[in-house]
């Protein structure tokens, strides 16, 4: 058997990284709310 999760540094990024989320309007409500809950990193990557 194969493992489920080989992770990519670049793959997640652009799935889930900064540009990503600002390339939507989904994604820029989820920025939105993290800043205004006050996160110190917007996004994990």
């Given at each position: 058997?194969?493992?489920?999760f080989?992770?990519?540094?670049?793959?997640?990024?652009r799935?889930?990284?900064?540009?990503?989320?600002?390339?939507?309007?989904?994604g820029?409500?989820v920025?939105a709310?993290?800043?205004?809950?006050?996160?110190?990193?917007?996004?994990v990557?």
């Open positions: 058997m194969q493992p489920t080989r992770p990519h540094r670049l793959k997640r990024a799935k889930i990284g900064y540009r990503a989320r600002k390339a939507t309007v989904g820029r409500k920025l709310n993290r800043r205004r809950k006050g996160r110190k990193r917007l996004t990557v």
